[in-house]
Antibody
Framework: QVQLQESGPGLVKPLQTLSLTCTVS??????????WSWIRQPAGKGLEWIGR???????NYNPSLKNRVSISIDMSKNQFSLTLSSVTAADTAVYYC??????????????????WGQGTLVTVSS | QSVLTQPPSASGTPGQRVTISCSGS????????VNWYQHLPGTAPKVLIY???QRPSGVPDRFSGSKSGTSASLAISGLQSEDEADYYC????????????FGGGTKLTVL
């Protein structure tokens, strides 16, 4: 059973770079048809997709964050990582990593997030 | 402000049936399938419904999903106290720079 675990600093200063890592256990990050995503949730607000990486290294990002975000994959460590530059208080949130499952059935392609990590709180403050 | 629109709250008594709506547009729900996630604070969100109406193994058949046009719904029948949680809809958006979009979430209270 695949499990994901986020790790990284819980406190980042304004205008610095936020860096988080998601460690995948119970399966290879390169096996199967999966994307690997980052999603965040500011306190009292809804979920926001940040971006994703495929095992080939190809990425997609939320247009609202595209200029500041980078997601990479490290197959040797079975991990993928997020960097978000020039952070402000608005970037304070619980950050989740998640696997995006791709399946083909009923004549179509279908995708959803499963499983998710437990989440890690990142606070941007001086 | 979320791209998909959900009511901020919903409620029901044990045994009742409740529905949660999710409204989008042609570029997201109108073109792609909808997934629903259940989130209990402090825990990892969990997929409840994928591909509009499919339940992962382990999810009770009390939960069902549907989609019509640019809207989707999650129905919970036989409401139980453990169903009290936040529920989010999500869909892929095909607009320029395609990306995932979520609803703002609906907090379900079991009275």
């Amino acid at each position: 059973q695949v499990q994901l675990q986020e790790s990284g600093p819980g406190l980042v200063k304004p205008l610095q770079t936020l860096s988080l890592t998601c460690t995948v256990s119970g399966g290879s990050i390169t096996s199967g048809h999966y994307y690997w995503s980052w999603i965040r949730q500011p306190a009292g607000k809804g979920l926001e997709w940040i971006g994703r990486v495929y095992s080939s290294g190809s990425t997609n990002y939320n247009p609202s964050l595209k200029n500041r975000v980078s997601i990479s994959i490290d197959m040797s460590k079975n991990q993928f990582s997020l960097t978000l530059s020039s952070v402000t208080a608005a970037d304070t949130a619980v950050y989740y990593c998640a696997r995006e499952v791709l399946r083909y059935f009923d004549g179509g392609a279908w995708n959803w997030f499963d499983p998710w990590g437990q989440g890690t709180l990142v606070t941007v403050s001086s | 402000q979320s791209v998909l629109t959900q009511p901020p709250s919903a409620s029901g008594t044990p045994g009742q049936r409740v529905t949660i709506s999710c409204s989008g547009s042609n570029s997201n729900i109108g073109s792609n399938s909808v997934n629903w996630y259940q989130h209990l604070p402090g825990t990892a969100p969990k997929v409840l419904i994928y591909s509009n109406n499919q339940r992962p193994s382990g999810v009770p058949d009390r939960f069902s999903g549907s989609k019509s046009g640019t809207s989707a719904s999650l129905a919970i029948s036989g409401l139980q106290s453990e169903d009290e949680a936040d529920y989010y809809c999500a869909a892929w958006d095909d607009s320029l720079n395609a990306h995932w979009v979520f609803g703002g979430g609906t907090k379900l209270t079991v009275l």
